[in-house]
C-alpha cells in the first residue's frame, strides 16, 4: 500500500506546480484511466500484467469523493472488464482487482446494477473456490461491497454462498484457521441480509441458517490466535447480521429455545468489554418471573487504585493522551473524548480541567454496588473502581503511548460492540409480543437487592456503569421500548401493604422492579453530564411515569421525581428541558388525579427549583418565568411578596410564562426548533408546555381553573400565531378546559356548587373565545387539522353558558359548524358531526324545530360519506339527535312532535337502516336510533301506508343485529333498541313480535357476555300490557327462557363476566316478577310447572334480589329494596285477583310460593332489625 500511495502522491504532484491551471472536472482522473482501462485486452504477458498492476493501483489511489459525477453504471462497467483482464490462475492480480472492487463500490456509494452484479459474483465465488488462501480476504472483503443492499439480487448464487455447504459456512465456521477471513465472512452475511424495502427477501431457509451461524458466532470464546479487535469486529458483524434479519419483518422468534439462546447471547455481548464486570450467562434465557442467577461479584479493587488518591497533575497528563489516528480515527477519538468528557456516575470518574470530581449525594452513595456491600459517605474508591483503566496516570502507567493508544482504540471498539447488541435487543422487542417479552423482564430490568446480595446486572448496570455515553443512551433506549405500552403487566404491582410470607408474590416482585428502577434513573440523572445521554433518562423516566400503578404503590416515588426533576427546566440543553416538561407531563397524567401529585402542585412555586446540588450541571432557576402576562393582577403576580407562597399552582404559572413571554439570552444555546430572531422559547419548549397544561386541566382542573381567564387569553395568543402547531395546542387546551367545566356541572357530579365556576364567568370565557382568533381558525382551510380541533373545542362549550351567550355568538356558532359539515376534508366532516351531535342535546336547541331538523339533514349526508371516520362521528351524532327526540317526547308541549316531518323521520329511517349494515363503529349506533324512532313514532305517523313497511324493515334490522355474531356493544345496544321498540304501545302487534321476543329470549340464555344478557331481560321486562307478550305458548317461552337464564348465571369461562353475574340475576328476577305481575289464568299452569322444577333455585335467587339492596350489593339496578319488596306484593295482588278455571290449583299454588317467599323475606328482615336493636344497646 505503501507504493501505491507513493504512486498516487506522484501522480497528484503536477497540481501543486499548475496552480494556476483551471480546477480539473470532477471524474476527470477516473474518466482517463478508465479509458486507458477498457484500451486493454486479456494479455498474459509479462509487460501487460505490469501495466494492469499499475493501473489499478492507480485506479485505487485515485482522491474520489461521492458525488464526482462518476455514473453508477460507469463504474460497474469498468468493474466487469477489470475482472475480465484478470484470469484466475494470477493471484496477486485478483487480489488486486478485489481491492478495486471494494474501494471504488465504498468510496463512491455504488450499488451495482443486476446484470453486471451477475457476472462479478459469479467471478468472486469462483475466485474463492480457485485461489490460493491468501487472497481470500480481499475477495471477500469485495464480496461484502457486492452483496450490500444487493441481497434481492443474489438468489441465484444463495445455494453456494449460504445453502448448507456454503462458501461464507465454511469460512465462517468457527473452526476456521484465519480468523480475519472468518470475520470477513461474516460480514458478506451480514450484508446479504440487509434488507431493501419494496424487495423481496433471502427466502425462510436462508435466513435460519444465517440467523444460526451468527447466534453460533456470538456464542463462541474467542480463540487464543484471535486479536481483540478482530474478536470485536467478528461480533459486531455477527450482531448487524441478527439485526437485519430482524428488520427485515420476515423473521419471527415463536421458538422459547431460539429466542432465549438470542437473548442470552445479547445479554452477554451487552457487558463485552465493560470494566469491573465479569460475568457468566447461560446459553439459553427461560421466561421466569424470577432472577436466574446472579453474576458472580467483580473483583474487590486494590486501595492503591482508589481515584481519591491519584493527584490531580498526573489525571491533566492523562487526559491529554491522543489516540492513534486510523481509518475510523475521528469516530474513535470522538468517542474516546466523550466517555473522559461525560463518565457521570458511579461507575465512571469526571476529569474536569485536570481535577479528579467524584461526586458525593444522597442518590450516589445509596447505590449498592457489586460486592461492596453498603456504600458510605467516605466510600468514594467504589464508584471509581470499575473504570479502573481511567485511573492509571501517564507516569504510572507500564505502556507507552502507543500502547495507550491501543488501549484506546480497544476501548473504543468493546464500546461498538455494545452498542451492536442493545441497537439488536432493540429489533428484538419490536418483533415479538410484549406478554412475550415480559416474560424476561427480571432478566434485563433490575431488582431490589436482598440485604447482603450483590446487584445483578441489567440494563440500568450499563446506564450507570458504562463510560461511554453513546452506550448509555442505547441501554435507555431498549429499557424505554420495554417499558412503553408495559401498563397492563405493570398493573398487577402492588406494595402498599406490609409482605409477610413465605413466598414473593409476582405483585410484590414487580412493585419491587419499579422501586428499583427508580432509585436507578435517578442516581443516572443527577450524575449524567452529557445532553443527549441526559435526554434519554429523563424520556426513560418518563415512560416508567406513565405505565407504572402509583395507586397500588407506597407513596413517595413521585415526589422524588419531582423533586429531581425540577431544576432542569432551566437546563442549558434546549432538549432537555423539553423532556423536563414531558416527564412532568406524564406525572401529572398518570392515574390522575392523585392525592400525591395534588400536594406536589401545590408546593410553593419556588420549592426544589434553586436546590442545584453539585451533581445539578446547571444553574438554579431565576424568576423569569414568575413574571404573569399583561392583563394578570398584581395580586398573582407579586410572587417575592408575603403573599407569594399562595401561588395555587407553579406548575402552570410556568407553562404560561414558557409559553407567552420573551426568552432570557442564558437560554439562547442549542435552541433547536426556533425560528431565527424568535423572541420566545423554542417551539418544542412552549408545544410542551401547552400539553402540560392540557394535561392538568383533564386531571386537576380544581387547579386549572384558578386561572380559566389567564388560560383563556394564553389560548387566544396561542390561535393568534402564525405556527399551525402552537395554533392546534392551544385548541386542544380549550377543549380539555370545556371538558372540564361540562363535567362539573354533570348532574353526577361530585363538586359542591360554591366550588365550580359561576356559569356568567364560563360564559365571560366562552366570549372571550368566539370574539378572539377561534372562528378564524375554524375557517382556516389551509390547516383541516386545526379546523377540526377547533370544531372539537366549540363543541366542548357548556350547555348552561350557551344559552346565556349573546344571541349573535350562539348563531355564530350553529352557521359555522352547519357550514363546515360539508367541507371535502374527512377529519373537519367527522368533527364537525360529532359537534352537532352534542349541540343537538343543548336544552335551548333540542326543542327548536328548525335546528333540530337543519342537524338531522346535514347528518344523513354525512352518513353517506365515503370515510368510515365520518360515518361512524355521523352514526353517533344521529342516535344523540333521536335521544332529543325522546326527551321532547316527555315535554308536556306536544308541539314539537306535531311540527317535525314526517318526511324527514322516513329518511332518517332508511338511513339508519342502511347504516345497520355498515362496520359495527357505524352499526352500533345506528340501531340505537333506530330503536328511539320507533319509539317516537307518533300514531299520526303508523297509520300512514308508506311507514308500515319501513316499520317492519327497521324491526327486523334489530333483530337480525341482535341476532347477529357482531361486537357486543353492537349486540347491546340492538337490545336496547328492541326495548325502546316495547315502549311505544301505538305500534301494531304483528309477527314481528314473536320474532323479537325469540331473539331475545335466545340471547339471554346463550349470549357470551354478560352485560347483553343483562340488557336483553331488561327489553324482555319492558311491554306494560299482557297482550304485547302475545299467546300464551309465547309467553310461556319467555318464561322458560328467563328461568333456563337464572340457571345458567354462572355458567362462564370468562373470568371479567364473573363480576356482573349478581346484576344478571337481579334483572332476570325483576323481569319474572314483572311476568307474574301480569300473567292471565291461561298462562299460571306453565308458570306451576316451573316452580315445581326449578322452585327452590328460583327461591333463592329472589330472596338475594330482595336482599341485596339491604346488603348493599351492586346489582345494577335502580330499585331500592322497598320497591323490590312491593313489587314482590303486587304480583302476589294480581295473581289473587285472577278469576281461576275450576278445579285449577295452579293459582292457589303459585299463591303459596309467593306467600313463603314474602315470610322468609320479612322474617330474616326482622331478625336482622333485631340483632341491630341489640347491637345498639
Known amino acids: 500500500m505503501a507504493a501505491v500511495q507513493i504512486v498516487g502522491s506522484l501522480l497528484r504532484e503536477p497540481t501543486r506546480e499548475a496552480a494556476r491551471e483551471p480546477p480539473p472536472e470532477p471524474g476527470n482522473g477516473f474518466r482517463r484511466l478508465s479509458a486507458r482501462l477498457r484500451a486493454l485486452h486479456p494479455d498474459d504477458s509479462s509487460s501487460a500484467r505490469t501495466e494492469i498492476h499499475l493501473l489499478f493501483d492507480q485506479l485505487i489511489s485515485e482522491n474520489y469523493s461521492e458525488g464526482d459525477g462518476v455514473a453508477p453504471e460507469d463504474v460497474s462497467a469498468l468493474l466487469v472488464h477489470a475482472c475480465r483482464l484478470v484470469p484466475l490462475n494470477q493471484n496477486h492480480l485478483v487480489s488486486k482487482v478485489s481491492q478495486l472492487i471494494h474501494h471504488l463500490l465504498n468510496r463512491l456509494q455504488v450499488i451495482v446494477d443486476e446484470q453486471n452484479l451477475d457476472f462479478l459474483l459469479a467471478y468472486t465465488i469462483s475466485a474463492i473456490q480457485q485461489c490460493s488462501s491468501w487472497t481470500h480476504m480481499a475477495i471477500l472483503q469485495a464480496l461484502a461491497a457486492l452483496v450490500y443492499c444487493n441481497g434481492s439480487k443474489c438468489q441465484k448464487y444463495l445455494p453456494d454462498l449460504v445453502g448448507k455447504t456454503g462458501l461464507l459456512i465454511k469460512l465462517s465456521d468457527p473452526a476456521q484457521s484465519d480468523p480475519e477471513v472468518r470475520r470477513a465472512a461474516v460480514h458478506c452475511m451480514a450484508n446479504l441480509c440487509l434488507s431493501v424495502p419494496g424487495h423481496p427477501y433471502l427466502d425462510e431457509p436462508y435466513q435460519s441458517i444465517c440467523f444460526q451461524t451468527f447466534l453460533t458466532t456470538l456464542q463462541s470464546p474467542k480463540l487464543s490466535d484471535m486479536d481483540d479487535i478482530t474478536f470485536c469486529m467478528l461480533l459486531q458483524n455477527a450482531l448487524k447480521g441478527i439485526q437485519s434479519l430482524l428488520n427485515s419483518g420476515k423473521m419471527k422468534l415463536t421458538q422459547t429455545e431460539e429466542l432465549g439462546a438470542l437473548l442470552a447471547v445479547l445479554k452477554k455481548a451487552m457487558f463485552h468489554g465493560l470494566p469491573g464486570l465479569n460475568i457468566e450467562i447461560p446459553t439459553v434465557l427461560y421466561p421466569t418471573p424470577l432472577p436466574q442467577y446472579d453474576g458472580p461479584p467483580p473483583s474487590r479493587p486494590q486501595p492503591s487504585e482508589s481515584c481519591a488518591s491519584r493527584p490531580p497533575v498526573n489525571k491533566k497528563k492523562k487526559a491529554k493522551v491522543k489516540p492513534k489516528k486510523t481509518q475510523e480515527g475521528e469516530e474513535e477519538d470522538e468517542e474516546a473524548n466523550g466517555e473522559i468528557e461525560a463518565a457521570p456516575t458511579t461507575g465512571r470518574v469526571h476529569l474536569h480541567k485536570g481535577n479528579t470530581q467524584c461526586r458525593s449525594s444522597p442518590g450516589v452513595q445509596s447505590l449498592p454496588l457489586a460486592g461492596s456491600g453498603a456504600a458510605g459517605k467516605d466510600r468514594v474508591s467504589s464508584p471509581c473502581s470499575s473504570s479502573s483503566w481511567k485511573r492509571v496516570s501517564s507516569s504510572e502507567s507500564d505502556y507507552s503511548d502507543a500502547e495507550g493508544g491501543m488501549q484506546s482504540k480497544m476501548r473504543s471498539y468493546q464500546a461498538k460492540v455494545r452498542q451492536g447488541a442493545l441497537a439488536c435487543f432493540l429489533s428484538t422487542i419490536k418483533s415479538i409480543e410484549k406478554k412475550v417479552l415480559y416474560g424476561y423482564w427480571s432478566a434485563f430490568v433490575p431488582d431490589t437487592p436482598e440485604l447482603g446480595s450483590p446487584q445483578s446486572v441489567s440494563l440500568m448496570t450499563l446506564t450507570l456503569k458504562d463510560p461511554s455515553p453513546k452506550t448509555r443512551a442505547c441501554a435507555l433506549q431498549v429499557l424505554s421500548a420495554i417499558l412503553e405500552g408495559s401498563k397492563q403487566f405493570l398493573c398487577v404491582a402492588e406494595d402498599t401493604s406490609a409482605h409477610r410470607r413465605a413466598f414473593t408474590p409476582l405483585s410484590v416482585m414487580i412493585a419491587s422492579s419499579i422501586r428499583e428502577l427508580h432509585r436507578c434513573l435517578l442516581l443516572a440523572l443527577v450524575a449524567e453530564s452529557s445532553s443527549q445521554t441526559l435526554t434519554q433518562i429523563i424520556k426513560c423516566l418518563a415512560n416508567l411515569v406513565s405505565n407504572a400503578p402509583y395507586n397500588r404503590l407506597k407513596l413517595s416515588l413521585l415526589t422524588k421525581v419531582w423533586n429531581q426533576i425540577k431544576p432542569y427546566i432551566r437546563h442549558k440543553d434546549v432538549n432537555v428541558r423539553v423532556s423536563s416538561l414531558t416527564l412532568l407531563g406524564a406525572i401529572v397524567s398518570t392515574h390522575a388525579p392523585l392525592p400525591e401529585v ?22 438554579s432557576l431565576p424568576d423569569w418565568w414568575k413574571k404573569a402576562p399583561s392583563g394578570t393582577s398584581q395580586e398573582e403576580t407579586t410572587v417575592n411578596s408575603p403573599r407569594g407562597s399562595s401561588e395555587p399552582c407553579w406548575l402552570i404559572r410556568l407553562c404560561i410564562s414558557i409559553v407567552v413571554l420573551p426568552k432570557e439570552d442564558s437560554c439562547s444555546g442549542s435552541e433547536a426548533g426556533s425560528a431565527a430572531g424568535s423572541t420566545y422559547e423554542p417551539s418544542p419548549m412552549r408545544l410542551e408546555a401547552l400539553q402540560v397544561l392540557a394535561h392538568l386541566a383533564r386531571g386537576y382542573f380544581s387547579m386549572a381553573q384558578v386561572y380559566l381567564m389567564e388560560l383563556g387569553e394564553v389560548i387566544c395568543k396561542c390561535m393568534g400565531e402564525a405556527d399551525p402547531s402552537i395554533q392546534l395546542h392551544g385548541a386542544k387546551l380549550l377543549e380539555e378546559l370545556g371538558t372540564g367545566l361540562i363535567q362539573q356541572y354533570k348532574p353526577d357530579s361530585t363538586i359542591a356548587p360554591d366550588q365550580r365556576v359561576p356559569v356568567l364567568l364560563v360564559v365571560t370565557f366562552w366570549t372571550m373565545m368566539l370574539n378572539g382568533p377561534l372562528p378564524k381558525a375554524l375557517q382556516n382551510s389551509e390547516h383541516p387539522t386545526l379546523q377540526a380541533s377547533a ?36 377529519l373537519v366532516k367527522a368533527a364537525t358531526s360529532r359537534a352537532l351531535g352534542v349541540y343537538v342535546l343543548f336544552p335551548c336547541l333540542r326543542q327548536d324545530v328548525i335546528f333540530v331538523a337543519d342537524t338531522a339533514n346535514a347528518v344523513l349526508r354525512s352518513l353517506q360519506d365515503k370515510s368510515p371516520n365520518v360515518r361512524a362521528k355521523a352514526a353517533w351524532s344521529l342516535g344523540n339527535l333521536t335521544d332529543a327526540l325522546i326527551i321532547n317526547m316527555e315535554t308536556p308541549d306536544p308541539s314539537f312532535q306535531e311540527e317535525f316531518s314526517g318526511l324527514l323521520l322516513l329518511k332518517m329511517l332508511r338511513s339508519a337502516i342502511e347504516a345497520s349494515k355498515d362496520k359495527d363503529k357505524v352499526k352500533s349506533n345506528a340501531v340505537r336510533a333506530l330503536g328511539n324512532l320507533l319509539h317516537f313514532l307518533q300514531p299520526s305517523h303508523i297509520e300512514k301506508p308508506r311507514f308500515t313497511e319501513i316499520i317492519e324493515e327497521s324491526i327486523q334490522a334489530l333483530i337480525s343485529t341482535v341476532l347477529v355474531e357482531a361486537a357486543m356493544k353492537v349486540r347491546w345496544n340492538a337490545c336496547y333498541a328492541l326495548g325502546n321498540v316495547f315502549k311505544n304501545p301505538a305500534l301494531p302487534l304483528a309477527s314481528w313480535t314473536s320474532r323479537a321476543y325469540s331473539a331475545l329470549t335466545s340471547v339471554v340464555t346463550t349470549c357470551k357476555n354478560f352485560k347483553v344478557r343483562i340488557k336483553s331481560a331488561t327489553a324482555l321486562s319492558i311491554p306494560g300490557k299482557r297482550e304485547q307478550y302475545g299467546s300464551t305458548e309465547q309467553y310461556t317461552q319467555i318464561w322458560n327462557a328467563l328461568v333456563t337464564a337464572l340457571q345458567k348465571s354462572q355458567d362462564t369461562t370468562d373470568f371479567l363476566e364473573f363480576k356482573y353475574c349478581a346484576s344478571l340475576r337481579t334483572q332476570i328476577c325483576q323481569a319474572l316478577i314483572h311476568l307474574l305481575s301480569l300473567a292471565s289464568a291461561s298462562d299460571l299452569p306453565c308458570i306451576k310447572e316451573a316452580l315445581e322444577q326449578n322452585g327452590d333455585m328460583i327461591q333463592s335467587y329472589i330472596l338475594q334480589f330482595l336482599k341485596s339492596g339491604a346488603e348493599g350489593d351492586d346489582t345494577g339496578t335502580p330499585h331500592s329494596p322497598q320497591e323490590r319488596d312491593q313489587m314482590v306484593k303486587a304480583a302476589l ?45
Do not use: W
Open 791 to 826: 370544531c372539537d373545542a366549540l363543541s366542548s362549550i357548556l350547555p348552561e353558558a350557551f344559552s346565556i351567550l349573546p344571541n349573535d355568538r350562539q348563531i355564530l356558532c350553529i352557521t359555522m359548524l352547519l357550514g363546515l359539515n360539508d367541507n371535502k376534508n374527512r
Open 1133 to 1177: 295482588e294480581h295473581i289473587g285477583s285472577i278469576q281461576a278455571l275450576a278445579g285449577d290449583t295452579a293459582k292457589r299454588a303459585i299463591m303459596g310460593y309467593l306467600e313463603d317467599i314474602l315470610t322468609v323475606y320479612l322474617d330474616s328482615a326482622g331478625s336482622q332489625v333485631a340483632l341491630l336493636g341489640l347491637t345498639d344497646r
Open 598 to 619: 395534588q400536594l406536589l402542585l401545590q408546593q410553593p412555586c419556588s420549592s426544589g427549583l434553586s436546590n442545584s446540588s453539585s451533581a445539578t450541571p446547571h444553574p
